[in-house]
């Protein structure tokens, strides 16, 4: 069984920073991309940032310049650190994984139960 556990969400003014964690758990082989999506109120999930294993980091245009994200294999955690963070920023911020539980080459995606942000003054 494969486990997603966010942290670090709460309430913040506008131009604050938070740092957001996901930590990985469970029968894991490996983990190919890691990544952080968010979904606002009546609106879809969107995709903020991902890291390959190896490979470019993608994130979205509304975030450039103010979040990086971030991974460390051996704790299998990824990291989001966001700045500079606006009200529209708020929302329920998700972790991602693609993951191996067995040396065969299929996987699949994993989701953690998501970390509400709030951005408000």
């Known amino acids: 069984q494969v486990q997603l556990v966010e942290s670090g969400g709460g309430l913040v003014q506008p131009g604050g920073s938070l740092r957001l964690s996901c930590a990985a758990s469970?029968?894991?082989?490996?983990?190919?991309?890691m990544g952080w999506y968010r979904q606002a109120p009546g609106k879809e999930r969107e995709l903020v940032a991902d890291?390959?294993?190896?490979?470019?980091?993608n994130y979205a245009d509304s975030v450039k310049g103010r979040f990086t994200i971030s991974r460390d294999n051996v704790k299998k955690m990824v990291y989001l650190q966001m700045n500079s963070l606006k009200p529209e920023d708020t929302a329920v911020y998700y972790c991602?994984?693609?993951?191996?539980?067995?040396?065969?080459?299929?996987?699949?995606?994993?989701w953690g139960k998501g970390t509400l942000v709030t951005v408000s003054s």
């Open positions: 469970g029968c894991i082989f490996s983990i190919n991309a």
């Open positions: 890291i390959p294993s190896g490979g470019t980091i």
């Open positions: 991602n994984a693609f993951i191996r539980t067995t040396p065969s080459p299929y996987g699949m995606d994993y």
